[in-house]
């Protein structure tokens, strides 16, 4: 699996694959892109990542790869990105650093009791769109969604000692 690497908490993402035991590399440029299997867009910001896309050349490939039908794990700056009109991957409408200062960052259970929920400055999926499946919420809301092979999450599953989600996604070969 790749983890798109210019900016943010890429390095999480890759040890959290590795604890699936699942191989990860690091992807800064196109052509790393070749041959891998998915993808994860970690979190970071997401107006810093957008540009470094643009600047190095690399969002015609990204996007490019996400419709190609890779799974792909998009978590937080990376949901805003899936959303955005330049990937356009997930018909979801997310609001940016919804939860304010007081809540920048705090720890939850979904409704459901299956994800430990790790949030930081985290988006709030304010509208879902017909193709969109939502996964799992959290006091009602979408926290986890999924349209075709892209999964969003507005939290940070990297950040929790079991890889269930990365193990999820891109684990059955
Ligand atoms: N607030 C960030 C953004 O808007 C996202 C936060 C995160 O990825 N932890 O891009």
Known sequence: MGVLALQGGFAAHVA??????????EVRRANELEGLRGLVLPGGES???????RRRGLLAAVSEFGR?????????????????PELAWLDVTVRRNAYGSQRASFVAQSDDGVHDLVFIRA???????SRVEVLA??????????????????????????SQLHAKIFGAA
């Open 47 to 53: 107006t810093a990542m957008l540009s470094l896309l």
């Open 68 to 84: 190609q039908g890779h799974p792909v794990l998009a978590t937080c700056a990376g949901l805003i990105l899936a959303a955005s």
């Open 16 to 25: 959290a694959l590795r604890r699936a035991r699942i191989g990860a590399v």
């Open 137 to 162: 919420r959290w006091h009602g809301e979408p926290v986890l969604v999924q349209q075709g092979n892209v999964i969003g999450a507005t939290f940070h599953p990297e950040l929790v000692s079991a």
């Open 123 to 129: 988006p709030r999926v304010d509208r879902v769109g």
